[in-house]
């Protein structure tokens, strides 16, 4: 591993694919941590606001809701027609503006703790699976197994739930589209009223299932336009999840009673393991880090486990770690 930083080879491929361009899936272990536990808090208050908002009325209009069928957009509370785009679009344009500067700022903090499709992927699917399948590598040895009882019972849980999960989130965004009495007036009225409707909700629902079934980590990857930006986007300054380069290096298996005269990594790959989109953070940044921190609860346990200091990996805003002597990465 250490020959391909210096030789920067990991930089030519995607973590997730080999050389025949195979997709290699992605088994990560069950996060656990200081760091994963700030996170479940906040996903807590932010599913709370996803689902509750459309319920949230002002003078009897929903605060939120983005009817494009009926071209009738309201944002806290305000009503917008298409008379009003043009400060509908300004708006776009001032969100956009202030997106960039604050990945310019935070890096990629939103894509691991406040993007929809990591919350709901890394949050509650990911969740159930673990409930259902087990840790990362009962997953891997269910998955190659043969289809026994076990595992069809197990796999036919899994898609249930997805699936109803799935149908859950579509009705919501449903919600933001056509809003809450809307939808609840659908549900009672006679199913062949609304075919439209329903059609387009299964088809909501089936991309979800999709996505969380199979797309997954891809969708951070290779798909979503944000993330491809984040090489351009990023400066010296701004917060990246970082491995210590210099502290790490030359990393070395931990031997017990004997003086460690290496680098501070023991060559655990903890780290790896639990990745949700299969990197080794200590080749440095790279365009597959959704900045999850959960690299960072993993290394910090070892190396309480070893009694070396924390944050081998970890938030740097780097112009100051480089000051400490610290966020030294591959090439600098
Ligand atoms: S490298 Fe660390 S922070 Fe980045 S995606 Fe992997 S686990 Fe999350
Ligand atoms: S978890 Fe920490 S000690 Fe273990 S391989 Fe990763 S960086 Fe090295």
């Given at each position: 591993m250490e020959g391909n930083v210096k030789e920067?080879?990991?930089?030519?491929?995607?973590?997730?694919?080999?050389?025949?361009?195979?997709r290699i899936w992605v088994y990560p272990q069950m996060p656990e941590g200081r760091l994963h536990d700030l996170r479940k808090w906040v996903t807590v208050l932010y599913l709370l606001v996803f689902f509750g908002l459309p319920f949230i009325k002002v003078n009897g209009q929903p605060?939120?809701?983005?009817?494009v069928l009926q071209r009738k957009f309201i944002l806290f509370g305000q009503i917008f027609w298409p008379q009003d785009f043009f400060i509908f679009a300004i708006g776009m344009a001032v969100f956009i503006v202030f997106i960039a500067l604050f990945t310019v700022v935070f890096g990629r903090v939103f894509c691991g703790w406040a993007c929809p499709q990591t919350v709901f992927m890394e949050m509650l699917f990911r969740k159930i699976e673990y409930w259902i399948e087990g840790n990362g590598v009962e997953q891997k040895i269910l998955d190659k197994g043969p289809w026994n009882t076990d595992k069809i019972t197990k796999r036919v849980s899994k898609w249930i739930a997805f699936w109803l999960l799935s149908f859950i989130i579509a009705n919501t965004f449903l919600e933001y589209i056509i809003g809450v009495d809307e939808l609840d007036k659908m549900i009672r009225e006679p199913f062949a009223m609304h075919l439209g409707s329903f059609i387009t909700l299964a088809v909501f629902t089936t991309v979800f299932f999709f996505v969380y079934l199979w797309m997954r980590e891809q969708v951070c990857t290779v798909i979503c336009p944000y993330g491809r930006m984040q090489g351009v986007l990023l400066d010296r300054d701004s917060v990246i999840v970082a491995y210590d380069y210099k502290r790490g290096e030359e990393r070395g298996k931990f031997h017990k009673n004997e003086e460690r005269?290496?680098?501070?990594?023991?060559?655990?790959?903890q780290c790896v393991k639990v990745c949700p989109t299969g990197i080794d953070i200590r080749n440095g940044t790279q365009l597959e880090c959704i900045n999850c921190s959960a690299c960072i609860d993993a290394c910090n346990k070892m190396m309480d486990g070893v009694g070396l200091p924390k944050a081998l990996s970890g938030m740097h805003l780097k112009i100051i770690s480089l000051k400490k002597g610290h966020g030294n990465l591959p090439g600098e």
């Open positions: 920067g080879s990991f930089r030519d491929k995607v973590a997730t694919v080999d050389k025949s361009g195979k605060i939120f809701l983005i009817n005269t290496i680098g501070d990594c023991i060559d655990c790959a």
